[in-house]
């Protein structure tokens, strides 16, 4: 299983970009990327996943490099609603379903 | 709206019990998993069923079964609860299909005392 490398947490300022990163150097090709996240004492939420073209939707934008070993995640106009454990992860098929692998995450403190 | 339910978000239990928690989907996904959540370890996952009656190990599945009965229906038993398996758990739900977001539900965070 391709495994992901995340920075523990990350600060940023409401109303600016939050921009967090994802290594994920050992990928193959057929792998897709997900991001979720977790508000406290909530479930994982998914927000966004992608295959090697750059995704945008109406919570986030996803940057792949093209040799496909790193992605960011973007939030464009992070809120105090967006602090959070934010999850990346790299999608196994495992028999007739497939498992998401969830590693420590980087824990965004957004804040005034 | 989309909804995982779980039957508690806190349950306290004695080593040695035998412990349920229920997970009920109403999405009519094929998919339902149970997960573990410890503090650095991150999300671990323990079962998973892709129909009813059937079942695959997950990554940590010593200690645990599971029974999915019906479709909207899956549930994780500890048959003889021990302290560490205080843990936050859980429930999420995906229809079939490689690529397809997992929804998860609040979670239950059990403790064995």
């Known amino acids: 299983d391709a495994k992901t490398t995340q920075p523990t947490s990350m600060d940023c300022a409401e109303g600016r970009a939050a921009n967090l990163p994802c290594n994920h150097s050992?990928?193959?090709?057929?792998?897709?990327v997900y991001w979720y996240r977790q508000i406290h004492s909530q479930g994982p939420q998914y927000i966004i996943h992608?295959?090697?073209n750059n995704e945008t939707n109406e919570m986030a934008s996803l940057i792949i490099t093209e040799d496909r070993k790193s992605s960011t995640l973007i939030l464009p106009h992070a809120t105090l609603r967006d602090t959070a454990v934010y999850y990346c992860i790299v999608r196994v098929l495992t028999g007739t379903a497939s498992k998401l692998t969830f590693g420590t995450g980087t824990r965004l403190q957004v804040t005034l | 709206d989309v909804k995982v339910t779980q039957s508690s978000r806190y349950l306290v239990k004695r080593t040695g019990e035998k412990v349920f928690l229920e997970c009920v989907q109403d999405?009519?996904?094929?998919?339902m998993f149970w997960y573990r959540q410890d503090p650095g370890l991150g999300l671990r996952l323990i079962y998973f069923s892709y129909d009813v009656k059937m079942k695959e190990k997950g990554d940590i599945p010593e200690g645990y079964s599971v029974s999915r009965e019906k479709k909207e229906r899956f549930s994780l038993i500890l048959e003889s609860a021990s302290t560490n398996q205080t843990s936050m758990y859980l429930c999420a739900s995906r229809t079939s299909g490689p690529y397809n977001e997992q929804f998860f539900g609040p979670g239950t965070r059990l403790t064995v005392l």
């Open positions: 999405m009519d996904h094929e998919n």
């Open positions: 050992t990928i193959s090709g057929n792998e897709y």
């Open positions: 992608g295959l090697k």
